[in-house]
Nanobody, 124 residues
């Protein structure tokens, strides 16, 4: 059984930066693509960034492209999300998960394992 723990969320001012972490335990995810998701109040959970098993291939939603950077450290079984130039619209609970394959495929659903999430609140 995989456990995922997200951390790093805070309340910040617009324009600030944050770095989120997703630590996995229970099994190695070094062969799996992984992704960051977020869910704002009243909205569906959405994929915002994904990364291949080796970090060489990434995907970003239009809403975060150019501001957020996804990365991973397989030796630590941990994934990161560097968030720069934060906006109030980025306010949400952020979650991580993983995919069955080594590369993210457009429209693919994650495996269904979720952590408790970490809250990011951006004020103007």
């Amino acid at each position: 059984q995989v456990q995922l723990v997200e951390s790093g969320g805070e309340s910040v001012q617009a324009g600030a930066s944050l770095r989120l972490s997703c630590a996995a335990s229970g099994r190695s995810l070094s062969s799996n693509a992984m992704g960051w998701f977020r869910q704002a109040p009243g909205k569906k959970r959405e994929l915002i960034a994904a990364i291949s098993w080796n970090g060489q291939s990434t995907y970003y939603a239009d809403s975060v492209a150019g501001r957020f950077t996804i990365s991973r450290d397989n030796a630590k079984n941990t994934m990161y999300l560097q968030m720069n130039s934060l906006k109030p619209d980025d306010t949400a609970a952020y979650y991580c998960s993983f995919y069955s394959g080594s590369y993210y495929m457009t429209g693919e659903r994650p495996q269904g394992f979720w952590g408790q999430g970490t809250q990011v609140t951006v004020s103007s």
